[in-house]
């Protein structure tokens, strides 16, 4: 079945440093979202990108989405404490259910 | 505030009991799904339903059951089967959608259940 991987698993960096994650799918995929979960909490919902090659923007965080629509990632310009939490990429399998990358977690030191 | 309720956010069950953890969306959403998380699994799907009195397994559904009797609500029950039950449950609904008409999910809190 599709599986949706994500490196790096873990990342520290000091505040002001860049930080970037990847996701890669065994399948093309129609979409891909992005979710951020801080410690303890639950996932939230980030952006959605649809077509090939896609870029879009959050303040410090640029997504992107692969010209082949099996890779996707996102980078967070000159990170900062509130940055801190665990980032999944996510796939829709079968136009039903979404498939979660395991996540990047993200410990940002002031 | 339109949103997703979860409860309750611990539980504690005893080996050999059954638990069912309540799951209630005021979003108007067709879809409901339940995850379960454990450490550096990322999540993993269990049962979801798109519709009212309708259910689909997912990939870890075994000593799970789930029922979908109200728009509203999509409660899961940990029945004794499931043998390492311990571990962070969250629910989540969307509006229905294919392709590039899906939307993104919303989550609840989440219930951390363990068992003693």
């Known amino acids: 079945g599709q599986q949706v991987m994500q490196i790096p698993q873990y990342q520290h960096v000091q505040e002001g440093e860049d930080f970037t994650t990847y996701c890669n799918s065994s399948?093309?995929?129609?979409?891909i979202q992005w979710y951020k979960q801080r410690p303890g909490g639950h996932p939230v919902f980030l952006i959605q990108?649809?077509?090939?090659?896609e870029v879009k923007k959050q303040k410090r965080l640029t997504f992107q989405f692969g010209e082949a629509k099996k890779n996707s990632s996102l980078h967070i310009t000159a990170t900062q404490t509130t940055d801190v939490g665990t980032y999944f990429c996510?796939?829709?399998?079968?136009?039903?259910?979404?498939?979660f990358g395991k996540g990047t977690m993200l410990l940002v030191s002031p | 505030d339109g949103g997703i309720t979860q409860s309750p956010k611990y539980l504690f069950r005893k080996e050999g009991q059954n638990v069912t953890l309540s799951c209630e969306q005021n979003?108007?959403?067709?879809?409901m799904y339940w995850y379960r998380q454990d450490p550096g699994q990322g999540l993993r799907l269990i049962y979801y339903?798109?519709?009212?009195?309708?259910?689909q397994k997912g990939d870890i559904a075994e000593g799970y059951s789930v029922s979908r009797e109200k728009k509203e609500s999509f409660p899961l029950t940990v029945t004794s089967a499931q043998k390492n039950p311990t571990a962070f449950y969250l629910c989540?609904?969307?509006?229905?959608?294919?392709?590039?008409?899906?939307?993104?999910?919303?989550f609840g809190s989440g219930t951390r259940l363990t068992v003693v």
């Open positions: 989540a609904s969307s509006s229905s959608g294919t392709g590039a008409n899906n939307y993104g999910y919303t």
């Open positions: 399948t093309t995929l129609s979409n």
């Open positions: 990108l649809v077509k090939s090659g």
């Open positions: 996510a796939g829709y399998r079968g136009y039903s259910t979404l498939t």
């Open positions: 979003l108007n959403h067709d879809a």
């Open positions: 339903s798109q519709i009212v009195n309708d259910f």
